[in-house]
T-cell receptor
Framework: QKEVEQNSGPLSVPEGAIASLNCTYSDRGSQSFFWYRQYSGKSPELIMFIYSNGDKEDGRFTAQLNKASQYVSLLIRDSQPSDSATYLCAVGQRVSGSARQLTFGSGTQLTVLP | EAQVTQNPRYLITVTGKKLTVTCSQNMNHEYMSWYRQDPGLGLRQIYYSMNVEVTDKGDVPEGYKVSRKEKRNFPLILESPSPNQTSLYFC???????????????FGPGTRLTVL
């Protein structure tokens, strides 16, 4: 069973603070890693992806990947109330031939307090 | 506009009454999939399709059927719905990427199904 684990939260941070979201995965063959944001009642939207060890920055968002520890994280700097949402970690794994499949974690609910 | 559409968006039905949720994408994507989302369980894949006439089971396929007769459409069929299939359902599509691919997966708006 390929697993992706996240703390369900809720995680609360004050406006302007750094929010840190964490995710671990069980399949060492995983090759691509994604963070989705989902507002209540809406569909998930992709905000970051990473596939190499290290950090990847995009605006206020930084994704961090450590394949040896099977750990991926998302940092949100200068958190805003509009960042309040559930954040889903997804991991891409090979299923057959060259095709891959995404496995999602259960999500972390983030609340940014004004 | 690139999009994935689902219909209906909301559905209330009764146990045992067959239903179909349609999904269509206009991006010529090979890969399509269906997920259900339940509180505390995240997104769980029901079925996926890597191309026309090629489908396979995901993590929770029991009680569902799919078909892929055309590239753009991937309907989800519940032959005899039961209350434990009450959930929020998402269809998604993307290009058929390699294992390390970062191709974006596009989600439909979701279908909220209630089975009484």
């Amino acid at each position: 069973q390929k697993e992706v684990e996240q703390n369900s939260g809720p995680l609360s941070v004050p406006e302007g603070a750094i929010a840190s979201l964490n995710c671990t995965y069980s399949d060492r063959g995983s090759q691509s890693f994604f963070w989705y944001r989902q507002y209540s009642g809406k569909s998930p939207e992709l905000i970051m992806f990473i596939y190499s060890n290290g950090d990847k920055e995009d605006g206020r968002f930084t994704a961090q990947l450590n394949k040896a520890s099977q750990y991926v994280s998302l940092l949100i700097r200068d958190s805003q109330p509009s960042d309040s949402a559930t954040y889903l970690c997804a991991v891409g794994q090979r299923v057959s031939g060259s095709a891959r499949q995404l496995t999602f974690g259960s999500g972390t609910q983030l609340t940014v307090l004004p | 506009e690139a999009q994935v559409t689902q219909n209906p968006r909301y559905l209330i039905t009764v146990t045992g009454k067959k239903l179909t949720v349609t999904c269509s994408q206009n991006m010529n994507h090979e890969y399509m999939s269906w997920y259900r989302q339940d509180p505390g369980l995240g997104l769980r894949q029901i079925y996926y399709s890597m191309n026309v006439e090629v489908t396979d089971k995901g993590d929770v396929p029991e009680g569902y059927k799919v078909s892929r007769k055309e590239k753009r459409n991937f309907p989800l069929i519940l032959e005899s719905p039961s209350p434990n299939q009450t959930s929020l359902y998402f269809c998604a599509s993307r290009k058929k990427g390699l294992a390390g691919s970062t191709d974006t997966q596009y989600f439909g708006p979701g279908t909220r199904l209630t089975v009484l």
